[in-house]
């Protein structure tokens, strides 16, 4: 199975299992072994044992996940693939690095996008220089930006959407539950 599959069985584990911490560490592990295996016949694998009670709070290893299947593949190094922004498509060959350009690629995209809508000034220029900036440059800037749309956006969702990025629900019904002690 190739990476997105891959990526598919670990959003379905952690659905079914909101409490467990599923690391990089352990995902990268487990992707090489599931990587030589076919997709169907894991998931497959993974439903039955998904609707078992033995599983019912406890992840299955991977060793149950994939037994009594047979291997398909040859195994894959998903840290020498190349890997695609999702955005631009640009080429990295390394998995986080990519990542947290996408991260970026996102935010300017936003940006762009919100640029254009209000009339405020966006050249290629600032485009490349966005791209350019330190990470804590960029967050500062791209902070001040949400604040001028959540400022003139008219639309109610998207101002709430806004402050939820600035100040989380959970932080705040946390500090009115401070307040009220
Ligand atoms: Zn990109």
Redesign the pocket.
Known sequence: MNKKQIDMLFEKLALNYPKENFSEDLIKEWSSVLSEYDYDDVNRNLDNLLSDKVFLYVPPKLMTMVSGLTKKYKKVDFNKLIHF??????PFNNINECHS??D??SAINYIESKSKKYNWDFTSQKKAMLYQMTDSDFDKFYNTFLKSVQTITISDTEKKMIENIFNPPKIREAKEFLKGT
């Open positions: 922004c999702k955005f631009c498509k640009r350009h996408e970026r690629c």
